[in-house]
């Protein structure tokens, strides 16, 4: 001890290096940063500063789509086509002039490639044998994009403005190919693209450090670096703000974020966040018979304390949501029908005829805040006659068990694969039983009619009838699924009072860096 | 040649005991690769990618075959070949160990040789309970105390990470040992700041070794205590420090050795709390992270490595006690 109070008097302290953000979070979850593979959150999150799409949503309002490297689109040869015309300024980190041939490059590689994040890209009826015939260089500035599946233009912009239509920079990849493997090897741990920075260093599971792109199309950032620290334990996150060695600290826990609100020189900045928790009850399960009764699904919404989860246990870092659609997306459903109301549960039990022994196991991850919710839900439950099994797993072991439907019941959360509103209604309205596992198929429910209202509404050109025919949708699944939608997150960062500029919009590749200040 | 021969086998066996064992986690790797959302054809191509439809024999044999050429594979987490990364977490967790280590040994040998000099006394009972409260209290809440006393309220220490933010990512670490790389790096600082930030981690481990080596060594060292050739030199006039230091100790240095080769082995693999309490790399993390993710090429790199550090510290800790006993020999 003595060693360290003499060595302690020897060292000066330096914080956080005044032009270097220092962002902590968990980065642990990382396995690629190539954008045609990385579909992780500490990746995605990354994507917006290092990468740009022809076409991204307005960080202000991100139902705006922008153009960001196209600089106008127009429609082209068919119905199921569009030019892009390039904007000639733009450049790519390296120096290296963007080029329609980037744009082919990075799109067919993509879908060739056909990592975690393509069926982004298949949505649109791409597959590795026609993406080559899909896209075409009219001239040194337009491209034009086709397209097989039955959707509209707009439909198709919200697909391109997704991470794993980002454009890279083909020549510069050329130089780091090996066997084959159009640069993959290479992008998992360096960038090569256009976005505000550029990976200097990235060391798994440690850091991730970018440095500034001055060539950026849309203008240097205001800050030089950006280290983001992989720092496991929230505790240790929150000690390092606190102190100044870190500026922004992710993934707070709701007491570390109540523990720090009013503290000087720190403040917590809160976002919408597209991410929504819904209980799925396997109507599949053959063995528990009762979860496949309408009956039980039914009072089992009026089991659930959504407000007790949403305020006391998880302090305000969730609001209660009743619907798939999050709050902020076109169309999303506001309504509220359901709160804890045992007597009515009891009531529906009754008349269904499932009054004795009625029991299920409910799968959880084994992380925070699930074994929170879990214990109010087997508390709620067990007042109105059903006993709760809670099984904490690995969340791999229980997308393996779903995967497989093999769950009775799970809590689970869903968050958006691109800004439209079809990536969740074909998860939880959409079951063809035809070898996707969309969520609606995962928890056993036959709805034939309500597919087809899915893949309707998807191909709706119009804008506002397409807002209609989701609201109708959602108040379906609201009412009658064996998906229980309760809350939507609300994403609460913890950061020093110096820090000034940061935005962040619903979806997680919505994390901007670039105006940045401190 | 037999000691090689041993130490091939042994470690074959490892990575096959290792391999069934993940054989039957629920884990599967081609989903925890993919992700919950992926496409059946990109799952169906990952799983292919990943051998995971050929038969166990199969699959281990190919594994086998890589290795013989030095290939210990890709990591499926960090994307990276298994090789490199060892390399780079190994010397971090290397130089944590060995300084706790080299603490540990002389605290705790100079603890035990105090309470064996007064055994019964109230010395002799405080130093039992340091060695008691070293190997009972949760390493990991120890460690968020000591960052929240000395690194957040008092400042007298770095705290998570390796190095000042200054620092970090800007030196270069050829080495992967960072009082290495900070003193090569010429920047004064860099290695104050590598000092400053190893002081709570060491000490962490410290406390977790120290009870181990007082305890084992106090134990040791009063059975020789109790043999005739200390009471023969008593007899002969021996003062009792003199007895302590020239007859039982060297007799008892054999038995010493192997308890510090031990604790030192548990130390090189079991440091993934002090890693994750401060943001350190480190081999025990690694394998954390790996287990997690069903990441089984980095599982079986990081315990073939795990098996060779026991093996060799084994075999090193035969020729110590062949040296400093002669009975052994």
């Known amino acids: ?518 | 040649m037999r000691g090689l021969v041993s130490l091939v086998l042994t470690l074959v066996v490892l990575v096959v005991v290792t391999f069934l064992l993940l054989k039957l986690s629920p884990i599967d790797p081609a989903l925890a690769r993919v992700g919950d959302h992926a496409s059946r054809s990109a799952y169906l191509q990952m799983r292919q990618e990943l051998a995971l439809d050929a038969s166990w024999p199969l699959q281990l044999s190919r594994y086998f075959g890589r290795l013989f050429h030095g290939d210990l594979g890709v990591s499926l987490s960090s994307g990276q070949p298994v090789a490199d990364d060892l390399r780079r977490v190994w010397p971090a967790t290397a130089e944590l160990a060995t300084l706790a280590m080299a603490v540990s040994t002389i605290l705790g040998l100079a603890l035990a040789t105090i309470a064996v000099r007064r055994v019964g006394r109230l010395s002799d009972g405080l130093i039992r309970l340091i060695s008691l409260v070293g190997n009972s209290v949760p390493i990991f809440w120890l460690g968020l105390i000591a960052l929240l006393v000395f690194y957040a309220r008092l400042q007298w220490v770095g705290g998570p990470g390796r190095l000042d933010d200054a620092y970090e990512y800007t030196i270069a670490m050829p080495t992967g040992v960072v009082l290495f790389d900070a003193w090569r790096s010429g920047m004064p600082g860099a290695l104050v700041s590598a000092l400053s930030h190893l002081v709570l981690p060491v000490l962490m481990l410290t406390a977790y070794a120290i009870g181990n080596v007082t305890r084992l060594s106090r134990t040791t060292l009063l059975k020789e205590m109790t043999q005739e050739y200390v009471t023969l030199a008593r007899a002969k006039g021996a003062g009792e420090l003199r007895v302590l230091l020239h007859h039982v100790l060297p007799n008892a240095a054999a038995l010493i050795l192997t308890a510090l080769a031990l604790t030192y082995a548990s130390l090189l693999e079991g440091a993934v709390l002090v890693e994750t309490v401060f943001a350190r790399p480190g081999l025990g993390r690694y394998l954390t992270t790996a287990l997690f993710g069903g990441d089984l090429p980095a599982i079986l790199g990081a315990t073939l490595l795990i098996g060779a550090c026991f093996i060799v510290l084994n075999g090193l800790t035969d020729l110590l006690v062949r040296l400093v006993d002669p009975r052994a020999r």
């Open chain 1, 1 to 518: 001890m003595l060693g360290t109070a003499l060595l302690g008097a020897a060292v000066a302290h330096a914080r956080s290096p005044p032009n270097v953000l220092v962002v902590v979070q968990d980065l642990d979850d990382i396995q690629s940063l190539d954008p045609a593979e990385g579909f992780e959150l500490s990746g995605v999150q990354a994507f917006t500063s290092l990468y740009q799409r022809l076409v991204q949503p307005d960080p202000a309002d991100a139902t705006v789509l922008r153009p960001i490297l196209a600089s106008r689109w127009e429609p082209g040869s068919g119905p199921h086509s569009l030019i892009f015309e390039l904007r000639a300024d733009a450049r790519f980190a390296s120096g290296n002039p963007l080029r329609p041939e980037d744009v082919i490059f990075s799109l067919v590689r993509a879908v060739k490639l056909n990592r975690a994040p393509v069926f982004i890209l298949n949505e649109l009826g791409w597959r590795a044998y026609d993406i080559d015939h899909q896209l075409t260089k009219l001239d040194d500035h337009r491209v034009e994009v086709r397209w097989s599946a039955n959707v509209g233009p707009a439909f198709v912009l919200s697909i391109l403005s997704s991470p794993v239509a980002s454009i890279l920079d083909a020549r510069q990849i050329a130089s780091h190919l090996s066997g084959g493997d159009n640069g993959n090897a290479w992008l998992r741990g360096h960038s090569a693209g256009s976005g505000p920075f550029q990976i200097r260093t990235y060391i798994a599971h440690e850091a991730l450090v970018l440095d500034a792109n001055p060539l950026c199309p849309a203008g240097s950032p205001r800050l030089g670096t950006i280290v983001i620290r992989n720092v496991a334990d929230a505790a240790v996150r929150r000690l390092l703000l606190e102190v100044g060695d870190a500026d922004i600290a992710r993934d707070l826990g709701p007491d570390q974020l109540a523990a720090l609100a009013g503290r000087p020189h720190l403040k917590i900045l809160q976002f919408p966040s597209a991410s929504i928790h819904y209980l799925l009850l396997n109507a599949a399960n053959h063995s528990n018979p009762a979860l496949a009764n309408p009956a039980f699904w039914q009072a089992a919404r009026w089991l659930i304390d959504y407000q007790t989860i949403a305020d006391k246990l998880l302090k305000g870092s969730y609001e209660v949501h009743q619907a798939f659609l999050a709050d902020g997306f076109p169309g999303a459903l506001d309504t509220t029908p359901f709160h804890l109301d045992v007597p009515r549960a009891r009531q529906i039990l009754e008349r269904a005829g499932l009054t004795q022994g009625v029991h299920f196991e409910l799968d959880i991850f084994n992380q925070p805040p699930f074994g929170e919710i879990a214990q109010s839900l087997q508390a709620s439950f067990a007042r109105g006659g059903i006993h709760i099994d809670i099984r904490p797993q690995l969340a791999s072991e229980v997308y393996a068990r779903i995967r497989q439907r093999a769950e009775q019941a799970a809590w689970l959360y869903w968050i958006p694969d691109y800004f439209d509103a079809n990536s969740t209604a074909s998860a939880f309205a959409l079951n063809r039983e035809d070898g996707v596992a969309t969520l609606a198929w995962r928890a056993g429910w036959h709805i034939p009619g309500l597919s087809s209202q899915t893949e309707g509404a998807r191909a709706e050109p119009d804008a506002n009838k397409r807002v209609q025919l989701y609201l109708a949708i959602q108040a379906e699944v609201q009412s009658n699924s064996p998906l229980i939608i309760a809350l939507q997150e609300r994403s609460r960062l913890a950061m020093r009072d110096n820090v000034q500029g940061y935005r962040q919009g619903l979806n997680a590749d919505m994390v901007y860096y670039d105006r940045v200040t401190k």
